[in-house]
């Protein structure tokens, strides 16, 4: 994919500063190493959506190392080429009108959770809270068309949880927005590392369906401020 020769840089600065942004927050949390992983953003009213450029280091990124596509990939305004998981995100922006942000990192312990093609089991209050269930995995896909995009969209359309392990690679998540997003990713890690040592104790308990459900219910609608 290359970057068109555009006469006009710079649009939708305020959104593509947001997202830009939002990546730190992968850093901070350690889901990221190197210029791997990136954060997404769907533009409000448009068949459009702002993206990490491929190979963009965390250190020097601003609003231009993200990149503006339409929901067939291919790029509108940017001068950075998009990330190489761009088709999977038009296809998931394509196909799911409720997601307005996705993320993908390859967080070390959801990662190795991927690498077995294990779900990560509902058995802490905080997964019943964020995820509704288990953390699904998606299947093997490999990188540079949509096939992850709807391996994302297969297994997430009629899940609670806002995060999928595809299968080898690492982890996806979708939010109704981009900062919703990063918060189930790292979620996701948290949860991983948590579930991974309790392993090494023993099986853990899990909890049982209807106190999930409860759990869920409470977190989404009555949680929070206001």
């Known amino acids: 994919m290359t970057v068109p020769t555009l006469t006009e840089r710079g649009t939708h600065r305020e959104l593509r500063e947001h997202v830009a942004g939002l990546h730190s927050l992968l850093v901070r949390n350690e889901l990221v190493t190197w210029t791997a992983g990136n954060v997404s953003a769907r533009v409000p009213g448009e068949d459009l959506f702002v993206i990490k450029g491929s190979g963009v280091s965390y250190d020097s990124l601003n609003w231009e190392g993200i990149t503006v596509?339409?929901?067939?990939?291919?790029?509108v305004d940017g001068v950075r080429a998009p990330s190489s998981d761009t088709a999977a995100h038009a296809y998931v922006y394509r196909t799911l009108a409720r997601v307005h942000g996705q993320v993908h990192t390859h967080s070390p312990y959801a990662t190795a959770w991927a690498a077995r093609g294990e779900e990560v089991p509902c058995v802490l209050t905080a997964m019943a809270d964020e995820f509704g269930g288990p953390i699904p995995v998606g299947p093997f896909a490999l990188i540079g068309d949509d096939s992850i995009g709807q391996g994302i969209v297969a297994t997430l359309?009629?899940?609670?949880?806002p995060a999928v392990l595809m299968q080898n690679h690492g982890v996806f998540t979708i939010g109704p927005s981009a900062k919703a997003a990063v918060k189930a990713a790292v979620m996701a890690e948290d949860v991983a590392r948590t579930v991974h040592l309790s392993r090494q104790l023993g099986e853990p308990i899990p909890i049982a369906q209807a106190d999930?459900?409860?759990l869920y219910a409470r977190y989404q609608n009555v949680y929070g401020q206001r």
């Not at 596509?69 to 790029?75: H, M, N, Q, R, S």
């Open 69 to 75: 596509c339409d929901l067939d990939g291919e790029v």
């Open 212 to 214: 999930i459900d409860s």
């Open 157 to 161: 359309e009629n899940h609670r949880s």
